[in-house]
Every structure is written in C-alpha cells, then in structure tokens.
C-alpha cells in the first residue's frame, strides 16, 4: 500500500516507494626534497614519505582517487584515450633529418630488416601503446630497461605508474638513486621496505652500469622535483560535480522525486452520512490507496498530488475525481546547460577538442572535415610534442645502447589527416602529392 502523507490542510502527497532524502551538491640535500603538488613543506613532518619511499599525495593515494574520479565519469576516460591516441601517433620507426627552406623537417624512411629486427625483439609497439597511456594519465614514464649479453638492450618494459615509487634520497644525496616497485603502492599506508623490489636509476653518465634499471621521464613543471603530473588533474573539482548529475537523475527516478499526477477531488467527496471524522478520514485514506495503486499500476506514477476544494485551478466547480498528468522537469534545458559548460571545462583542461573526443554538445558534433582535420593536426605537432618526446626518450638511449642506426633519428609516424576535396594538395596528408615536394613534421 502506497504511504499517504498530509503536508497542508486537505492537501495530501501520495509515493508509489519509500521515501528517502537526497541532497546533491556541485557542489643542496635531496632529502628535504617535495613536490608542491601536494602541499608539502621542505622539512615538514610531512616531507619525504610514508616509510622509506616518496608517496603520491598526502596517504600516497592519489593516483588511486584520481582513476576512480575518472571511472565514475561518462566521458572522462574518453578525453584521455584521445590524447592517447594522439600521442602515440601510428608508430616509432627511423627518420632522416634535414633543413628545408630553413626549418628543421624530420622524413620517415623505409625500415631496413636490421632496424625490424631490433623493433620486434623491443615489442616497440607494445610500448608505445603502454607509454602513451602512462602519460596521458599521469605525464610520468618509468621504464625498465633491462640488458642482456654484451650489455645490449634485452627490453624495454613499461612500468604502471602505480606501482612504483622513488625512494626517499638519503642525506646528502642529490638525486634520486632507486626506485621501488610493489602493486600494494596506493591502497595502504607505508608498504614496508621488506615487501618491495628495488631497481636502481638509470644513470646517463654511465647507461650500462646496471643490468636493470628504472628510466623515469617526466615533465619539467616548475615545483614537481621527483614526480609529474598532468594538467587535467586541475579539473578533479568540476569532475566531481558532472559526476554527480547521473546520480541526481538516478535519485530522481529511483525515489520519487518528482511529482507527476495530480488528482483534485471535491472537498466534500467524502463526507457521507452517518460518519464521524475518524471514519471519514479512514474512507479518505482507502480511496485515495486505490487511486494511487491504480495509477501506479497503468501509468507508472511517481509522487501524486491530491488537494480537496470546491473549485479547481481553472475555476470551474469540481463534480468528480480529477487527475491530471503533470510535465515531468527532468529534462531542464538550464541543468543540461550546465553539465554541457562543465564537460567544456573538463575538455581544455585535458588540452583535447571536445569534438575530436567524440564528446558532442549541441546536440552533436557540429564541426566540419576540416575543422576536425586542423584540430587534428594542431593536437600531434603542438599539443603533443613534449610528451611524443618524454615517449622516445628511453627509445632512443636503447638505440644508442644498441648502435642501432645512428645516422637516423627515431620519431612517431604522424596521424594521416587527409580529407577529400578538404586538404590541399600540396599538404604532405594528400596522398596524391609527390612526396619529394613535402616533407611531414616529426
């Protein structure tokens, strides 16, 4: 039976379930050494670490509460894929460089079966694929790089950025010389030095001086003196709010938010001869059971409004029962307007065009061929030049390492963005120009 609740004289709030609240709102010495990023003082009680180990955020868990703010987003991984993808491009192989009209031009070359041959045994493209991910969430790169006979590189494997961290300098260290690695880094406090496995940095004075070691990449932001991080994690306070909107719809259907049916009935419907008030209010309470259980049942009402007069709303003189379905407000243009400026916001803050992540606002997409074809391009030569560099890094040192191909530089094979009847043909992206007369950037 639905439950009847008086909220004004003769005027009575009907819900098909249980009621329950829900408020949302949008709401010199290495070992003094910190990150800004997390609000750490050089020599503070909080400086260093939880144990032996430089911890990611204050309980060394924010990688952990930066993925989960990401999963419970309808879009927000999307924005990292894109970047991903744009990073990693199509691939790493040789590149000659040259001048052309005074500008630095980098042209793919055939590979040669000894380069193949050295790609394969690296699985380079699995790495870039891992790498690429790895910056995209985090800006931070930690690959082992392991040596085999003859101190050639055996392989190059990526290193999850949650699982390791650098251990905290000793006195008088001025660098950060190992790194420790362990899957229980971020779910809990001060994993203990006994469960960990310890991997020497790399070090570029001297590259083979270890059999294993750990090169880690990141990007130079100003303050971050052992640990990078990626601007999108300034969006973490508006992510939480457009995180919250399917919860407020879910709340909405799921708890009767919304009143739905409205049912006006003459004040005098009830009063029958020979009741008292008790009998009457009892009479009243079953009629409007029925009615409510009804309505439920054939037109999936949610909250019901019932008001008692001798006139309705318009005026006229009530002779019987009146229901009137009422407009549901789910679909509030200025609520959906708001969650569409967050996604906005959520879009530059990861450097990526909404539309190039398959984010549509509007209504859709909206953005011509070579609107898209511009932005693409602008995204692999700009917006993604350092971190297709943090990528190559340690690509490029095993290639040193190996003497693999010296006279050719290593690159990422630019996305092709050519569109029919939209590019011009003498773009390097149109296929039907003489590669002689154009030469891609790198």
Not at 29 to 56: C, H, I, L, M, N
Not at 77 to 86: G, K
Not at 117 to 128: G, K, N, R, S
Not at 401 to 428: A, F, K, Q
Request: with cysteine; hydrophobic share 35%; glycine share 8%.
């Amino acid at each position: 039976m639905a439950p009847i609740k008086k909220i004004a004289s003769n005027v009575y709030l009907v819900s098909y379930k249980p009621q329950s609240a829900v408020t949302v709102t949008f709401g010199k010495d290495a070992s003094q050494t910190v990150d800004a990023a997390y609000g750490e003082k050089p020599g503070g009680k909080s400086s260093g670490s939880k144990g032996g180990y430089v911890p990611r955020g204050k309980d060394d868990d924010k990688l952990v509460q930066l993925h989960k703010l990401l999963t419970e987003s309808p879009n927000k991984w999307q924005f990292v894929n894109t970047r991903r993808n744009f990073i990693g491009g199509v691939g790493i192989g040789p590149h000659q460089e040259e001048v052309v009209k005074g500008e630095l031009k980098y042209t793919p070359i055939p590979r040669t079966p000894q380069y193949r041959e050295w790609h394969e045994l690296l699985d380079l493209d699995t790495y870039l694929a891992e790498a690429s991910y790895q910056v995209a969430f985090g800006g931070d790169l930690f690959v082992k790089m392991t040596l085999g006979l003859g101190k050639k590189v055996e392989s190059l494997q990526v290193v999850d950025t949650f699982e390791i961290r650098a251990r905290k300098p000793k006195e008088n260290e001025t660098k950060i010389s190992e790194y420790w690695l362990s899957s229980k880094f971020g779910y809990i406090k001060g994993v203990k030095e006994d469960d960990v496995v310890k991997v020497p940095a790399f070090d570029p004075q001297d590259p083979t001086k270890y059999p294993v070691c750990i090169i880690h990449v990141k990007p130079a932001i100003p303050g971050q003196k052992i640990y990078g991080f990626e601007p999108w994690w300034g969006t973490e306070r508006v992510t939480k709010i457009t995180n919250r909107v399917p919860d407020y719809y879910e709340a909405a259907f799921d708890n009767g938010f919304f009143v739905t049916h409205h049912v006006d009935i003459p004040d005098n419907y009830f009063k029958k001869e020979g009741l008292n008030e008790e009998e009457e209010e009892a009479l009243k309470k079953q009629v409007l059971d029925q009615i409510a259980d009804t309505l439920m049942g054939l037109e999936k009402a949610n909250k019901i409004l019932f008001t008692f007069s001798k006139l309705s709303v318009d005026g006229k003189t009530i002779e019987g029962v009146k229901i009137t379905p009422l407009k549901n407000p789910i679909n509030d243009e200025a609520f959906l307007k708001m969650f569409e400026s967050i996604n906005l916001i959520q879009a530059s803050g990861h450097g990526v065009r909404a539309d190039l992540a398959s984010v549509a606002f509007n209504n859709g997409l909206g953005t011509s061929g070579k609107e898209l074809a511009t932005s693409a391009n602008y995204m692999q030569d700009f917006m993604t030049h350092f971190d297709k560099m943090t990528i190559l890094k340690p690509v490029r040192i095993a290639q040193k390492i190996d003497g693999i191909e010296p006279e050719n530089y290593l690159c990422i094979y630019r996305i092709s963005s050519y569109t029919y009847d939209v590019t011009p043909e003498s773009s390097s992206q149109n296929p039907n120009t003489n590669p002689s007369e154009t030469t891609p950037k790198p």
